[in-house]
Structures are given as C-alpha cells and as structure tokens.
C-alpha cells in the first residue's frame, strides 16, 4: 500500500552509474541521507542474479522501513516480496502486474503523456513516473522530454500521485515539486555524486 | 497440474532456430505434428514484446489443449496466464516461484547433475529437464555433455519425471526414452527443418 509521502525522494539504481560502488552501499548511503523509496533497476543480468541482488537490497529496505520496487521483473518482485513494481511502456500491461500482484502491491507506471498517464490509472497504477521532465545522461532514450508543462499536464490529468523523473537535481528540484509533483526520482543526482549521503540530504531540504 | 504424457515431445521455441517463419505458426504446425507440450524462450527481449508474443502463443496452445510453458519469466506466465514456468539454474530458485505460482502451476528445472535434479524437486519442481544429453548447436553453453548415462543418474536420482534435452532427433530419441526419459525437449528437431509438422510426427514415432 502506498503512502504518497514515501514518494518524496524516490531512488532509482543504476550500477552503471555509481562509480564502481556496490549497490548495497549506496542505498544504504541514499537512505541514511534521506532518500525515502528505492527502486532496483538492472538490464541484462540474469534472473538469479538480479534476485540476489534485490534480496539483498530489500534488507537494507527493510531495517530502515522504506518501500522497495523492483523495475520491470513483477516475478522478481514477488519472489523477493518487495513493496511493488514499477512499469515502463515495454513492460507488462499494468492490469495484468495488478491482477497478479494483487490489491495491496505497489504498481508504478512510466507514462509521457497525459493520455498514458490516465490508462495507467484506470489499469490500477498507484503512481505515475513522468519524464523525462529535463535532459539526462542517465537514459539512452530521452527523444521526448516533456518539461515543466508535461509534467504539469501529467499531474492535472490524473487523481493518483504523480513524480518527476529525468535531469532532477537540486537545481530544479523545487519547481518540480511546484509544478505538481508528488516528489523527485532520481539516479545520478545522488547515485553519481562523491557523497552519496550528502547529495541525498541536499535533495531532501530542496523539497521542502 | 502436470500430465506425464504431456512431457513426451516437448518443443522449446528459439526464434533464431526457426528459418525465419512466425513463431505461432511454427507452434501450430508442430502441435499439428504431434508436439504435446511447448515452452516459449526468449531473451533479450522487452517484456512486453515477451508478453504479447505468449499470449499469441497461448492462443493456439488453449485451442489444441496442450500446456504452454514459459522460460524464466514466472511474471510473464502469470500475466498471460500460461500452465507454468521453466526455470534454468541462473533463473529465479524454485522454491520461491512455487510460493508465487501456487500448487497447480507446472514447474519445471533444468538439471545438469543429480544434486540439482534432487534440489529441483525438494523445492516443489514437477519436473526435470536434464542436459544437454548430446553435442547440440541450439544453445551456447554446452560445456557439460551429460550424455545417457547422465540423464539415466539424473532419471534414477529423482521420483518426478524427466525428460531429456539436448542434440535429440529421430536418429537418438528411442535412447533417450530408454534411459529413463519421460520425453525428449527438442528446439532444432523440429524448429529447423523445412517441414515442421513432418518432423514433429517422425520423432512422435519414433518415441513409441
């Protein structure tokens, strides 16, 4: 069950983006800094491994009582017994996660428009992630990024919360928020910075 | 809930096997040829791609009654609602895919030795898929050539059924069943000749 202020500042991992630090360390970093949900993202590893490594990510969780999603692998999700999934538009449909998931999983949807945005909600997503709301080198697609407006659009198309996500930083963290925002997700913001606790703390006080 | 008959000509999907026909297509001549079981294999795919093209899949799978398998992706099977999942020794441990697939749900485990055949099943598997029992080009990583002795340890080592997989044709499918094999799991077979349901009916034959 999601509790909307848990989407305030909303991790998302990118092993390929924490300068060689293992991932364990750095959501345990983020949290100690402020970070209030984690979301495990890994492309082409094997199952087992990328398992192994959300069970070990859903410890740290856990002991702090942050809500951990996993990225794409519902199955992963659910083997685990992680807080939710979190959807793109290439993943399952978001009716199918919330028939098997169930009532009281967490679902999260990618959505860059308005109109994905509201079958995201009607399919039963708890949350939308819009985005990209800047440019970012985190992603190697960002041919649509949607802006202040679009994220603006996204929020006032929908009743369920939604969050930034793309280029957020402590620079435009704030008009995020005031643009409609439930909060931030963010990789490289904190991921990527020297110290990763700090960065998270920084984040944290420019939310309000 | 796993009919041990339905073990017996066991196709596995590989799309780059399939001389470029469709992949329903091939699964319709193949059962049209005597194949009483199929799992879908794909990988490096986006989910969703996965997803559509199982449920297609099941389509034709639904109408000749025969049970549809899907390859690592518990979340996918569940989604589509396909008879059950086929777990490698790098996919999710069975034991959870059990406790998230429930009673009735078919798992099966790939085994390369006794000891994993026996885990297989003290973690709820239904059954084994043992190999690869001979050279084979289908798949990469063939490193460990069990041979017929190997399917009859890993055969005589467990009460669940297994069957074998692995460079299996007309030429050495009667071996196979001989050695303690439920079946035989065959990807080029049957995938790469010109003439699919022929073949499906030649190795039908050929298993007695």
Do not use: W
């Amino acid at each position: 069950m999601l509790n909307i202020e848990d989407l305030k500042l909303y991790l998302c991992t990118d092993r390929g983006l924490s300068l060689g630090r293992p991932l364990v360390e750095t959501v345990e970093d983020a949290i100690a800094g402020g970070v209030t949900m984690v979301q495990i993202r890994e492309k082409d590893i094997p199952s087992r491994e990328f398992y192994d490594l959300a069970l070990q990510a859903l410890r740290v969780t856990r002991a702090h009582h942050i809500p951990l999603i996993i990225n794409d692998r519902l199955d992963i999700a659910l083997a685990i017994g992680a807080e939710g999934v979190h959807l793109g538009q290439s993943d399952l449909p978001c009716i199918e996660a919330r028939r098997v998931g169930g009532e009281d999983f967490i679902i999260g949807v990618s959505a860059h428009t308005p109109a994905e945005a509201v079958r995201a909600e009607r399919d039963g997503a708890d949350y939308i992630g819009a985005g990209a709301v800047f440019p970012t080198g985190s992603k190697a697609d960002v041919s649509a990024i949607i802006g202040l407006d679009g994220l603006k659009a996204a929020a006032a198309s929908v009743k369920i919360p939604v969050i930034g996500i793309g280029g957020i930083g402590p620079k435009n963290a704030a008009e995020v928020i005031a643009s409609g925002a439930a909060g931030i997700a963010v990789i490289s913001a904190i991921l990527s910075q020297p110290d990763i606790r700090e960065a998270a703390m920084i984040l944290r006080r420019c939310l309000g």
